[in-house]
């Protein structure tokens, strides 16, 4: 997927979440932040106190399987898409390894809590699988 598909597919869903009325996902329910999400691929997760938009595009997972014995223990990339009132949307990518977890937009820091499922076997794990959790806190 070229980068302009995947930024008009991540656009097209953000700005469908944020069009008013129930965006059919999950919402975020504490009234200040910081805010605890899990993002899922096609439902997009809203903060509404904050008018912000989430939705996980892809996960990139290169982490050792259960299974396997490996060299290196991997890393679990989550692409995520965010949005804040309709405006210009932003792609992010939150790494499992401790010095990529954190990502800014605007006034706000995003931080990777955990990717599941973890990988058992060598088998790639469908997107729509993957649940990401995320803390937004404002910067």
């Known amino acids: 997927m070229s980068l302009k598909t995947l930024t008009l597919a991540v656009a097209c869903a953000l700005l469908g979440a944020c069009g008013g009325g129930d965006a ?5 329910q504490p009234s200040s932040a910081p805010y605890t ?15 912000l938009s989430l939705i996980l595009t ?21 692409r995520v898409g965010i949005v804040q009132n309709g405006e210009a949307p932003a792609a992010l990518a939150l790494s499992t390894t401790t010095d990529k977890g954190t990502a800014s937009y605007r006034s706000y820091r995003i931080n990777l809590i955990t990717v599941d499922p ?22």
């Open 118 to 139: 973890y990988p058992m076997t060598t088998q790639p794990i469908p997107l729509g699988e993957y649940r990401v959790s995320v803390r937004v806190d404002k910067a």
């Open 37 to 51: 999400v899990t993002l899922q691929a096609g439902t997009p997760a809203v903060i509404a106190a904050e008018g």
């Open 58 to 78: 892809a996960v990139d997972d290169s982490r050792c399987p259960a299974t396997a014995l490996c060299i290196w223990a991997g890393e679990a990339v989550a």
């Open 24 to 28: 059919g996902g999950p919402t975020a």
